[in-house]
């Protein structure tokens, strides 16, 4: 369920530099990559593959941030 996601920041300078409008196409990915994209669009529900896409992206973003830090 959604309350189960973690909060995503989008306030983070390189994700404020993404136009909204940049397209990311689900085009050419693999079998087990569109299976994914699938349940996660219909599991919240959402209407397009760029919207699933997006905050993959951001979701995975941030937990590398987690798992890698920047050093000081």
């Not at 994209?37 to 760029?50: C, F, G, P, R």
């Amino acid at each position: 369920s959604q309350k189960d996601l973690p909060a995503v920041s989008t306030t983070h300078r390189s994700l404020k530099e993404i136009p909204e409008t940049t397209p990311i196409m689900a085009e050419g990915s693999d079998p087990k990559t569109l299976a994914i994209l699938n349940e996660v669009k219909a599991n919240l529900n959402l209407s397009q593959d760029y919207e699933v896409m997006r905050m993959l992206i951001a979701l995975g973003y941030e937990r590398i941030k987690q798992l890698f830090p920047p050093k000081s």
